[in-house]
């Protein structure tokens, strides 16, 4: 049963894994639900931006690793389990920081817009490689990643996603609806194999790399305790407000900042 204690996950029913959350606080070990149910088993046929995705906020930032430069890391983190996981468990979207760091594109955590030792998790490459794995694997999942980016070396996103083997599956632009109209519908995204939709912070990309300016596209309200006020949904300072009907995305936030 959902919510029992427990010792292994042969102790928890079907579809229950046996796990502590921390992030509230939880040490004991509980049946929890790890596979939501996929938003396509329930309604065929609608348009990408009808269906709920579920998205893991700073996707890569795990609890328990060390940077991959050897150091430790002094950051939040926001997740238990690694993409790989997240991915297998049902999440279908991914909001990445990417910096320059070392001469090539890294996953941080950081601040100031630099990525340091010690809020630097690892090199991007890595979980895009992942990202690829499942993809090539489910020929029928979508996957969006959202990128908060810090990346200023010329076409720095361009030559990772190329060179995780990711651009085959690039949703373009050119089919993104501008004035908040209706997205393709998800069997025609997968019957053309455009199965990873790319969001980016930094606008010029659109135009020099063909990667989707995010706030071109999604509303998002407030991530952490600003976003969790009962009967208020401020938006995100970078997000156009949320009322606007220009954009036909909205990504949800509702997480509290010291569950972080």
Request: glycine share 8%; with cysteine.
């Amino acid at each position: 049963m959902e919510g029992q204690t427990c010792v292994a996950d042969r102790n928890c029913d079907s579809g229950l894994h046996c796990e502590t959350c921390l992030a509230n606080g939880n040490v004991r070990p509980r049946c929890t639900r790890i596979l939501p149910i996929s938003p396509t088993s329930k309604v065929k046929g609608l348009p990408f931006n009808r269906y709920s995705w579920l998205t893991t906020h700073n996707s890569f930032a795990r609890l328990g690793v060390r940077s991959a430069t050897g150091s430790i890391l002094l950051t939040p983190m926001n997740q238990q389990d690694s993409i790989t996981d997240q991915l297998n468990n049902g999440v279908r979207g991914l909001m990445l920081d990417m910096y320059d760091f070392q001469n090539d594109i890294w996953l941080c955590h950081s601040f100031g817009g630099k990525c340091y030792n010690f809020t630097a998790f690892q090199p991007a490459i890595n979980v895009l490689k992942d990202v690829q794995v499942f993809l090539e694997a489910n020929p029928s999942e979508i996957i969006t990643i959202i990128i908060e980016d810090y990346v200023s070396s010329p076409n720095g996103l361009t030559n990772v996603f190329n060179a995780a083997g990711l651009k085959k599956y690039w949703f373009p632009v050119s089919r993104m609806p501008k004035n908040g109209g209706d997205w393709p519908t998800v069997d025609d995204m997968i019957q053309k194999n455009e199965r990873l939709v790319v969001f980016t912070s930094k606008s010029a990309k659109e135009a020099s790399e063909g990667i989707a300016y995010e706030w071109r596209y999604v509303v998002e309200n407030q991530y952490g305790d600003g976003g969790m006020i009962a009967g208020s949904c401020p938006n995100r300072a970078e997000s156009p407000a949320m009322n606007t009907t220009s954009r036909s995305l909205v990504l949800a936030n509702y997480f509290p900042i010291d569950q972080m």
